[in-house]
């Protein structure tokens, strides 16, 4: 988890191994910026994103895609009354998980993946052995 000190926070380097682009990384370190500490959680437009990192609305767009896709933040939603009682959309609700957390889940995932291999590779030579089929 990013950790706030005073007017700076941090990323944990692991954060290098889920394979972002530079763009979703921009977009992801001024989230964990704005995230309530304790909700974890921001409201900032495509737009407010997009000054601040110095990218294009469509990109802060794909950027958020390619974040939400790897597991590090979710969206959600909002709406706002307006002072004459209309209903619109509002902006995005950030939840921004911790990159530990996702980090963590990204080498469990590998892990299986390289256990399921290294079965079917066994598998495959057993079969061998024994005379049957390779597949």
Same mark, same amino acid.
């Given at each position: 988890m990013?950790?706030?000190?005073g007017?700076c926070?941090?990323?944990?380097?692991?954060?290098?191994?889920?394979?972002l682009?530079?763009?979703?990384?921009?977009?992801y370190?001024?989230?964990?910026?704005?995230?309530?500490?304790?909700?974890?959680?921001c409201?900032?437009?495509?737009? *407010?994103?997009g000054k /601040?990192?110095g990218?294009?609305?469509?990109?802060? !767009?794909?950027?958020?895609?390619? #974040?939400?896709d790897?597991?590090?933040?979710y969206?959600?939603n909002t709406?706002v009354?307006?002072?004459?009682g209309?209903?619109?959309?509002?902006?995005?609700?950030? *939840?921004?998980?911790? /990159?530990?957390?996702?980090?963590?889940a990204?080498? !469990?995932?590998?892990?299986?993946? #390289?256990e399921?291999?290294t079965a079917?590779?066994k598998?495959?030579?057993?079969?061998?052995v024994?005379g049957?089929?390779?597949?």
């Open positions: 990013s950790k706030a000190q007017n926070f941090y990323l944990p380097n692991a954060i290098f191994e889920l394979g682009s530079s763009s979703a990384f921009l977009v370190s001024y989230l964990q910026r704005c995230a309530n500490g304790k909700t974890c959680q409201y900032p437009s495509y737009d *407010t994103i /601040a990192v990218l294009s609305r469509n990109t802060v !767009q794909k950027c958020v895609g390619e #974040l939400a790897k597991g590090l933040i969206t959600e709406s009354i307006t002072k004459d209309m209903k619109r959309n509002g902006n995005l609700r950030y *939840t921004v998980l911790p /990159a530990e957390e996702v980090v963590d990204h080498h !469990q995932s590998q892990l299986r993946r #390289l399921l291999e079917l590779t598998g495959r030579r057993v079969g061998v024994e049957l089929p390779n597949r």
